[in-house]
């Protein structure tokens, strides 16, 4: 092997490794109408999870697969898992996944099966676990509702139950643990309609949701 030719393989076998090293993070942000952006005027500039993008930066490929009314709930009127937004977000194999799933489930005639919400909850993780990525995961605990929510969604479900049934759903299968209650629980001024955030509400999202990426929790 001439040097010159010795040479040139190092050369393209650098530029292919730098390729690969450049890879972007991929983050699949998974939710309901919260995700989805329903309320900031302008979802695909001003959701949360394309706010979240900004703040991630280039190193991260991240993509919203928010519908609206999704439940957590396999048995609820929209269950997350049987629709094609699901389907899609798992093709796009993720390396980290956010789900925000918990608010619809809210509602009385879903939270009627509240006794399977955690057995549903566990299922989809290790779902995602088995994806070939074996992605990050992190589970959140829904921002709160305020009376009269519409909807039919629950602001009691969502701060009395929700919240500590999701902090021990992330115990238990050592996921990442998201409290978006906490940073809107004083910005009712920020949600209009008393359950969506506007694009200043989702700017709050995206900045604790980066908050938790960046620190691995």
């Given at each position: 092997?001439?040097?010159?030719?010795?040479?040139?393989?190092?050369t393209?076998?650098?530029?292919?490794g730098?390729?690969?090293?450049?890879?972007?993070?991929?983050?699949?942000?998974?939710?309901?109408?919260?995700?989805?952006?329903y309320?900031?005027?302008?979802?695909?500039h001003?959701?949360?999870?394309?706010?979240?993008?900004?703040?991630?930066?280039?190193?991260?490929d991240?993509?919203?697969?928010?519908?609206?009314?999704?439940?957590?709930?396999?048995?609820?009127?929209?269950?997350?898992?049987?629709?094609?937004?699901?389907?899609?977000?798992?093709?796009?194999?993720?390396?980290?996944?956010?789900?925000?799933?918990?608010?619809n489930?809210?509602?009385p005639?879903?939270?009627?099966?509240?006794?399977?919400?955690v057995?549903?909850?566990v299922?989809?993780?290790?779902?995602?676990?088995?994806?070939?990525?074996?992605?990050?995961?992190?589970?959140?605990?829904?921002?709160?509702?305020?009376?009269?929510?519409?909807?039919?969604?629950?602001?009691?479900?969502?701060?009395?139950e929700?919240q500590?049934?999701i902090?021990?759903?992330?115990?238990a299968?050592?996921?990442?643990?998201?409290?978006?209650?906490?940073?809107?629980?004083?910005?009712?001024d920020?949600?209009?309609?008393?359950?969506?955030?506007?694009?200043?509400?989702?700017?709050?999202?995206a900045?604790?949701?980066?908050?938790a990426?960046?620190?691995?929790?």
């Open positions: 092997m001439t040097r010159r030719l010795f040479l040139l393989l190092i393209v076998s650098a530029l292919m730098s390729a690969v090293s450049a890879a972007p993070i991929r983050v699949a942000c998974l939710g309901d109408s919260i995700t989805e952006g309320g900031t005027g302008d979802p695909a001003k959701s949360y999870p394309t706010q979240l993008a900004v703040l991630l930066g280039d190193g991260y991240t993509r919203n697969f928010g519908v609206g009314g999704a439940t957590l709930l396999d048995i609820g009127d929209k269950p997350y898992r049987s629709l094609p937004t699901f389907a899609q977000a798992c093709a796009f194999q993720p390396d980290i996944i956010v789900i925000g799933l918990g608010t489930d809210s509602k005639f879903n939270w009627q099966y509240r006794d399977r919400f057995a549903n909850y299922s989809l993780i290790r779902q995602l676990r088995e994806l070939p990525t074996h992605p990050r995961i992190f589970i959140c605990q829904p921002m709160p509702a305020w009376p009269p929510s519409g909807w039919s969604i629950s602001p009691e479900v969502i701060e009395r929700l500590p049934m902090a021990d759903i992330a115990r299968e050592k996921v990442g643990l998201i409290d978006l209650f906490t940073p809107m629980r004083d910005h009712h920020l949600t209009p309609d008393h359950v969506h955030p506007d694009a200043r509400g989702a700017a709050v999202l900045q604790t949701v980066a908050a990426i960046e620190a691995g929790r």
